[in-house]
């Protein structure tokens, strides 16, 4: 049943705050544009009235799932094309609008390492997509083919390639007109372009990493043997995001921590300053730098008293915390910027520990990924399964291996699953867990004002979980599409 005015208000539910929090709290969608309303301006500005009211009991309302890692789902594979580009939308748009009942409404469709000759068609065919009862296809995340051997997964050993030539040799294989891009390319439908994951220490990678990001492209670092010092240089040339944490990857080194290492990076790293100076705490409304930045608790400060403008005198003893040196941000000149991790969180790919030790190094940066293979679905039996290329897949559960191998070939596990077992895994809220796949995933991607969030004015994709993180029911730019008791209403 539809709104005779086109304005819903859901009242009686949890709304997920930026900050991982839930609050109690009505909101307000226009089911006519399909986008989230200013409740104080709708009401009390322009003093109207919903013409429709939603309870939803005490349930959490939730901006829609983003995967921004995911290689097909329900019999559909984004990296196979048999020539045929009608049967490949069929199967994008069926794919799309099954990925829904997970909480899924935006998701970047992943291509694996190709021959060369595919990326052209394949990346053309990738363009943004949607329907009106689909979740939003955002574009392509090319994971290849610029990997490192070693590292390569289940990635096809002949169609790895360097990158001798920079960037021009990126634009060899994805093709000229598949990398044109701008800084906002939310704005344009006809932008693909979205993601690319490469090896950093490939000849060449690092030499293209400004070019892409300064066209909008995210670079994350993947199936790489990366050192720390490559993977810091790519990180300051705009990389910002790793793949699949832990997986594809050096384990953690304590002399050489690698990729995994830059979730604990410093961002004084490289600041200009030998350390921290010291700063006291003279009253909660007073900070003061020392002079030479000595402490009032060393051996040499001992019988010291500073002068607090202000404040009057500080004994030794008073309470310090490290800042940085006069003129800089009093919080601190941040000079390197962590980056983003995606993290498959089904139990196989990654121990419980890992997951949590992640999130609580970089809780911001953390970003959950299902990098579901074309068998996910929550009805599919164990089994073996045909895959590409001859190749077959082995399902036990939700681990999935390369036949005849202990390869691990991506996941089967659903986005709310990971949700699910993400808050069991590192202890956080369910808030805190929904923020992992909603504001953080579109922060990466620079579209958290459409996306991923319940801001004014953002698209109103939602998703109604209960309390255990359970999907009930989806809803695509304010119209209810899909509920988990089979029927849809409006």
Known sequence: MSSPNGLVCFTNCLLPQEDGSLIAKDLWIDERTGLILDPNETFFGKKLRPGRTVDLSGDVLSPGFLDIQINGAYGFDFSVYENNDDDYREGMQMMA???????????????????KSFYPKLLQLLRPFSTPKSATLLGWHAEGPFLEYTKRGAHAPPYL???????????????????????????????????????????????????????????????????????????KRGAKLITHLFNAMPQFHHRDPSIVGLLGASPFFNAPIPFPLAYVHCDPKHTIELQGGTSPTSPSSKNATYFVPGSGNVTPGSPIQTGTQSGLDPVGRVVFERPFYGIIVDGIHCHPNSVRLAYSAHPNGCILITDAMKILDPNLKDGIHEWRDG?????????????????????????????????????CS??????????????????????????????ADLVVLDRYGCVKS???????VWSSNSIVHG
């Open 430 to 459: 369910l808030g805190e867990a929904i923020k992992c796949v909603t504001y953080n995933p579109a922060r990466c991607l620079g579209i958290e004002h459409i996306k991923g969030t319940l801001r004014p004015g953002a698209h």
């Open 161 to 235: 390639v360097e990158a001798p030539k920079g960037f021009n040799s990126f634009e060899e294989v994805y093709g000229k007109e598949n990398l044109i891009g701008h800084k906002e390319w939310y704005q344009s439908q006809d932008i693909a372009i979205r993601m690319i994951t490469a090896a950093p220490e490939l000849p060449g990678v690092l030499d293209a990493l400004q070019t892409l990001t300064d066209r909008g492209i995210v670079v994350s670092i993947g199936h790489s043997n990366a050192q720390t010092d490559i993977a810091m240089a790519a990180v």
């Open 391 to 427: 190749k077959r897949f082995v399902k036990e559960g939700e681990r999935l291996y390369l036949e005849g191998t202990n390869t691990l070939a991506g996941s089967v596990v659903t986005l709310d699953k990971c949700v699910r077992n993400f808050a069991t895994f590192t202890g």
């Open 474 to 480: 989806t809803w695509i730019r304010g119209n209810h």
């Open 97 to 115: 609008e099954k990925i829904i009942e997970t909480g899924v409404t935006s998701l970047l469709p992943t291509i694996i390492t190709q021959e």
